[in-house]
């Protein structure tokens, strides 16, 4: 009997995903292994390999379809002694919807392994509506009505006192609110509709599945997390000499970065304050026990954060190593779910372009983000005289929900000898 | 001498006296009630209760002589006027022994007597002329209800004029009936008599019967009406009332045209006016409008401490208003936070035959209002229930706001509607959309179904037409 390609879960939470590129055709052999399809998740392309050997005998989906839910038929494989005719009827038992739809909710658990299941993903779900008032956090109890003109309305919920039993927010309140003048919701503002269209010239570019996981994720950690920063000055001369001292040995066949002694560094400052390897939850502040970082890493497609994991059990060889391998394969867009799934503290580093200092966005659900800028010579003081020394600036980006301001200040203090004199790193 | 200090103090036993006292007990509040004749007021005694005993009585009847529409048959069908007149008092003085119960399990004194604000947090209570007892309250609720209007040339007699209450305990049957005012009172008597064999005239001064209704109601109660032989006369007043020995002249002028018709008895329902009398207001600076109390959100008055409920005060003047208007009062004077009362969404119920009930707002009403609106109806014809119940005329009718999806207004005649209207009014509170009421799973086969059709029908979604 035929056997049905379907849409692989390639990650625990994966409910869909794009069919980016069929490399086989109707009729092409194929082998147990070979790699037939690249299925685009919401984070990275993966590829889908034939499970047996055999004949392709139908492509259902067609390539490009976004929104194929994770079990779909997507073709069909002939076996030995078997032809077009044993195909039967192959129209998709579930409808394959078209995009756009809505977006896949990839909530990775941080620090947990990622789970390997060779089971099927949860059933099918029928395409879902965004809810009238997107916000994460806790429901919002509101009457239907209420419901209906606040999102008629574009007020959010969520800014509403509700007058009903347990605090339900019920039409008047919501009547009540479009005198008080309250905030619209952030889903009507980023909404296209309220884009006005001023007559100037554009082009759209589709948003691929990475930038819309972005909008949604960093905007979220921007409304939802309340963030603080705090700015110190590293002087890393000595970080430097080192650096060149490690890198010019005889023989030596890597080059490390400094971005690759700011993730050891970071590491040891996190098992020494360990307070911002940590996620909000409603009832508990979660934290992680390994050291997982996450390592912002430009790619075409946009931003992601694959993760040195136990990185203060690493050194910096392995570090280094490990970072440059997870970058080329972020670059090509093939990083496995677990190796960016997860993480309890990211580093973004822009001093490649110069950038002296910025405040990142915390990378939700965790709770710092350490941003670094371009190691440059400065004026210092040193014993009381004008001196030039090579001064790093950092900002450390914190959910105060986990992370006061004094506990961000021990992380930056805990840091500043690491930085400044890695020799201690080397320990 | 029973004890005199109170928490609160209310003034009348009806159904918003009594249940607001039962409450205020609830809330821990030292309560009594100040009742001049009966437990339960009107509404138990001589309204609500016993005129739907009558019209019980009525249907049973109607459904005897239409026996052979069933497969039965039923011979000399009649009825005994006496009997059924003890059945309907039998009724209300079973209820009214029960309100009794109530009071005494909840701990609420009851005062016998007329009770009337005496001074600031005082009330006295009096009987037959005698002083019975002083009461202080830190809070007094005036719950003295209201009686039918009287118009000049149109006073009762209460032998062959008669208000409602005559009209409950007639003697015998009248040959013919006039009945002035065709809103639920005078259509549910007309009704009534109607059934029982009287020849019966109502004249409306509105250009059609049950004014407060939504139009399409209204027509259709009106031809139905008129098929069961009832006169009806819209647009027209009775000018006079020749009252003879045993029979009365009506002058009744339409169009500028006066006519004069001779009926066996009149009744008049031209509506109510609020008790306002011996109750002490005159000192205090309770407002009065055109014989009602004039209140705020939480039924208090302009005097400190005196609030007012019910249909002393404004309208709809229903029972349940008056209760669920005493319990936010009381509620609120225990220092809750009850919703003030949306009289939007107070369902009425006329129990003529056919029955009609309705909630919220009128198609034109809410045209009115500026919104952009959505009709559905559903006739009974298209109802499997309705069919086999051997009733399948009437409507069930709805609107809602096209923009937010509010159900503003359902309007309904025909077999039980008076039962069906709370599921309207259940989803009016919980302020549903036409999402939830089309979500709902009604059950087959019930009348009820026809309310989901009718949602579906705003919406182009109806199955059964």
């Known amino acids: 009997m035929p056997i049905h390609i379907l849409m692989p879960a390639l990650s625990p939470t994966m409910t869909e995903g794009t069919l980016s590129k ?5 009729g092409d052999e194929v082998a147990s292994g070979d790699i037939i399809a690249e299925i685009e998740t919401d984070k990275a392309t993966m590829e889908l390999e034939a499970v047996d050997e055999g004949k392709i005998g139908k492509i259902i989906v067609p390539e490009g379809t976004e929104g194929v839910e994770v079990n779909n038929p997507i073709g069909v494989l002939l076996e030995e002694g078997e032809d077009e005719g044993d195909i039967g009827d192959v129209s998709a038992p579930v409808p394959v919807v078209p995009a756009p739809k809505a977006e896949p909710e990839p909530e990775p658990e941080p620090g947990s392994a990622p789970i390997e299941k060779a089971l099927p993903a949860p059933a099918a779900t029928a395409p879902r509506t965004a809810p009238a008032v997107p916000l994460s956090g806790d429901r919002i109890l509101a009457s239907p009505l209420a419901k209906r003109i606040a999102a008629n309305a574009r007020i959010d919920l969520a800014a509403i006192k509700g007058s009903g039993p347990n605090g339900r927010v019920v039409k008047a309140d919501v009547e009540n609110a479009f005198s008080g003048g309250v905030t619209r919701s952030a889903a009507a503002r980023v909404s296209s509709a309220d884009v006005p269209d001023f007559g100037q010239a554009y082009t759209e570019v589709a948003n691929t599945n990475v930038r819309k996981v972005i909008a ?32 010019g040995q005889d023989g030596a066949d890597y080059n490390l970065s400094i971005n690759d002694f700011v993730i050891k560094a970071c590491a040891v400052a996190m098992r020494k304050v360990p307070m911002v390897n940590a996620s909000w939850t409603d009832d508990a502040i979660r934290m992680y026990e390994n050291v997982d970082i996450s390592i912002a890493v430009a790619t075409e497609g946009g931003l992601i954060t694959p993760i040195i994991r136990n990185a203060d059990q690493k050194g910096l060889l392995a570090i280094s190593t490990e970072m440059k391998d997870l970058a080329s394969s972020a670059r090509d867009n093939k990083l496995k779910p677990e190796e960016f799934q997860g993480g309890g503290f990211t580093i973004s580093n822009l001093g490649m372009y110069g950038i002296k200092e910025f405040s990142a966005i915390i990378n939700p659900p965790q ?9 440059e010579q400065r004026p210092i003081v040193k014993n009381g005289a004008l001196a030039v020394g090579t001064v790093m600036s950092c900002t450390l980006s914190c959910d105060h929900r986990v992370v006061d301001g004094a506990v961000g200040a021990e992380f930056l203090q805990a840091l500043k000898p690491l930085i400044e004199d890695p020799l201690s790193l080397l320990l | 001498m029973s004890d005199t200090n109170f928490d609160l103090v209310v003034i009348g036993g009806g159904p918003g006296g009594y249940v607001g006292a039962i409450r205020a007990s609830q809330l821990g509040m030292k309560v009594a009630v100040v009742e001049r004749e009966h437990l339960g007021g009107i509404c138990l005694n001589w309204g609500c209760i016993p005129t739907k005993a009558l019209l019980r009585t009525a249907e049973v009847y109607h459904l005897m002589q239409h026996a052979e529409d069933f497969g039965l048959s039923a011979k000399e069908i009649s009825f005994d006027a006496k009997k059924v007149v003890e059945r309907s008092r039998k009724v209300a003085g079973r209820l009214s022994g029960g309100v009794g119960m109530l009071m005494k399990k909840n701990k609420v004194t009851v005062f016998d007597g007329q009770g009337a ?21 830190k809070y007094i609720m005036l719950a003295t209800g209201a009686r039918a209007r009287t118009l000049p040339g149109l006073e009762p007699d209460g032998k062959l004029v008669w208000t409602y209450k005559e009209a409950m305990v007639p003697d015998n049957m009248p040959k013919s009936l006039l009945v002035v005012g065709s809103g639920a009172i005078g259509i549910e008597f007309a009704s009534f008599y109607r059934t029982m064999g009287a020849e019966v005239t109502v004249v409306e001064v509105m250009n ?13 109660a009106h031809k139905a009406f008129e098929k069961q032989g009832m006169e009806i006369v819209t647009g027209a007043t009775v000018k006079n009332l020749k009252i003879g020995k045993s029979n009365v002249t009506a002058t009744i002028e339409k169009g500028g045209k006066a006519e004069k018709v001779t009926f066996d008895r009149v009744i008049l329902a031209v509506g109510i006016v609020g008790n306002i009398e011996d109750i002490g207001l005159e000192k205090t600076k309770v407002k009065i409008e055109k014989t009602h109390v004039v209140v705020g959100k939480y039924s208090e008055t302009d005097e400190p401490g005196v609030y007012a409920i019910g249909d002393l005060t404004g309208p709809p003047w229903l029972a349940h208003k008056a209760s669920h208007e005493a319990v936010i009062c009381v509620e609120k004077i225990a220092g809750l936070t009850p919703h003030a009362l949306n009289t939007s969404r107070i369902a009425g119920c006329t129990y003529c035959h056919p029955q009609v009930a309705s909630v919220g707002m009128t198609e034109a009403k809410a045209k009115e209002s500026g919104r952009k609106i959505k009709v559905g109806r559903f006739p009974f014809i298209g109802n499997g229930k309705a069919i086999a119940m051997g009733d399948d005329q009437g409507l069930v009718k709805t609107v809602f706001d096209a923009d937010t999806g509010e159900l503003l207004g359902a309007h309904m005649i025909g077999s039980e509607v008076t039962e069906l209207i709370q599921g309207y009014a259940v989803g009016m509170t919980l302020e549903t959309t036409e999402q939830e009421l089309m979500e709902t799973v009604f059950p087959h086969p019930t009348l009820s179904e026809m309310m989901h059709e009718a949602v579906l029908d705003a919406y182009g979604r109806v199955i059964h037409v």
């Open chain 2, 117 to 137: 604000l005496a001074g600031q947090g005082q009330v006295k209570v009096t009987k037959d002329g005698k002083n019975v007892a002083v009461l202080k309250a």
């Open chain 2, 208 to 220: 059609r019967v049950l004014p407060v209704e939504d139009e399409e109601i209204s027509m259709l």
């Open chain 1, 22 to 26: 069929w490399l086989v055709k109707e």
């Open chain 1, 216 to 247: 949604r994720r960093l905007l979220e950690a921007k409304q939802t997390v309340p963030h603080f920063y705090m700015k110190v000055d590293f002087v890393i001369d000595n970080l430097l000499s080192l650096r060149k001292d490690l890198n």
């Open chain 1, 367 to 375: 709770s710092a983000i350490l941003a670094v800028g371009v190691g």
